[in-house]
């Protein structure tokens, strides 16, 4: 059972990255996936969700920071969910983890650095 995060760098101020995360050992559709980020000195904080709707439509939720700017997307089918992230800030700048969630039972990806340059 895991999840494995891929397709962080470095990236220029304005510029964009697609993570993935591609989850194993688990009933993919029926759980929620999220994106979390933590910066340095800061609390994990939840970037991006979706939820488990059929087709891999499920609702969505996004902080205020990066609503139009990010796009969470599932693929149900792949065991996977991407994260699109667009018109880079530095404050974009952290380690981005995955996170599957049903009920009060949680699974976490070992992270993916991302670094905005200004």
């Known amino acids: 059972v895991q999840l494995v995060e891929s397709g962080g760098g470095l990236v220029q101020a304005g510029g964009s990255l697609r993570l993935s995360c591609a989850a194993s050992?688990?009933?993919?559709?029926?759980?929620?996936i999220s994106w979390y980020r933590q910066a340095p000195g800061k609390q994990r904080e939840l970037v991006a969700g979706i939820g488990r709707g059929g087709g891999g439509s499920g609702s969505l939720d996004y902080a205020d920071s990066v609503k139009g700017r990010f796009t969470i997307s599932r693929d149900n089918a792949k065991n996977m969910v991407y994260l699109q992230m667009n018109s880079l800030k530095p404050e974009d700048t952290g380690v981005y983890y995955c996170?599957?969630?049903?009920?009060?039972?949680?699974?976490w990806g070992q992270g993916t650095q991302v670094t905005v340059s200004s």
């Open positions: 050992g688990i009933t993919f559709s029926i759980y929620t």
């Open positions: 996170n599957a969630r049903l009920g009060v039972s949680q699974l």
